[in-house]
Structures are given as structure tokens and as C-alpha cells.
Nanobody, 115 residues
Framework: QVQLVESGGGLVQPGGSLRLSCRAY????????VKWFRQAPGKERELVAT???????YYSDSMKGRFTISRDNAKNTVYLQMNSLNADDTAVYCC?????????WGQGTQVTVSS
């Protein structure tokens, strides 16, 4: 059993940066593939970034070069560094951890990009 808790969201001006955290409570987190998703009002959930247990990363095209996913296994935490934010990045961001048949979700953190 793994519980995920996101933090780090908030209000940021266009062009600004935020770092989101996904803290895991439970064992074996380093063996999970972790993904960040986001969902804006009225839109479908969108995959943002993926980090495998082996350290391989994948990004959606609109995030490449702006977002970076990383993990600190000693802290049981995965991060999403977001730079050059714009209004289209406004959404609730959730992390997801998957290993085999097991899948867990966090509750999400709101990111609002506005002047």
C-alpha cells in the first residue's frame, strides 16, 4: 500500500516557475514508475511526464524543455520542476505510481498561472 501526497502548487505569474512534490508513504516507492498528470477545467486528463524505476524519463511534447521530472529515493519523493509557465499550464496536477497490477493516485495540487 502506498499513499501519495502532492504539494508545491499555487499561484504564479506567466513565465514563472514552480516545483511540485509527490511524497510517498509506504514501502518500495523506488520500484514504481511515477507519472504526473494534469487536468484543466473542462478538459480531459493529460499525461505530463513519466519517470520509470530505472530512471528513464518521458515528456509530453508541450512540456519538453520546460518541465523536468526527478526523484529522490531517500526522501520517497518525486518532483516536477516547471519553468516558463503560461496560462495553458493552469490545472490540477496529480501524481500516479504504478508497479505491475498496483496503482496509486494522489489527491492533486492546484497550479494557477495568472498575472
Amino acid at each position: 500500500q502506498v499513499q501519495l501526497v502532492e504539494s508545491g502548487g499555487g499561484l504564479v505569474q506567466p513565465g514563472g516557475s514552480l516545483r511540485l512534490s509527490c511524497r510517498a508513504y509506504g514501502s518500495g516507492f523506488s520500484t514504481y514508475t511515477v507519472k504526473w498528470f494534469r487536468q484543466a477545467p473542462g478538459k480531459e486528463r493529460e499525461l505530463v511526464a513519466t519517470l520509470t524505476s530505472g530512471g528513464v524519463t518521458y515528456y509530453s511534447d508541450s512540456m519538453k524543455g520546460r518541465f523536468t521530472i526527478s526523484r529522490d529515493n531517500a526522501k520517497n519523493t518525486v518532483y516536477l520542476q516547471m519553468n516558463s509557465l503560461n496560462a495553458d499550464d493552469t490545472a490540477v496536477y496529480c501524481c500516479n505510481a504504478v508497479r505491475g497490477m498496483y496503482q496509486y493516485w494522489g489527491q492533486g495540487t492546484q497550479v494557477t498561472v495568472s498575472s
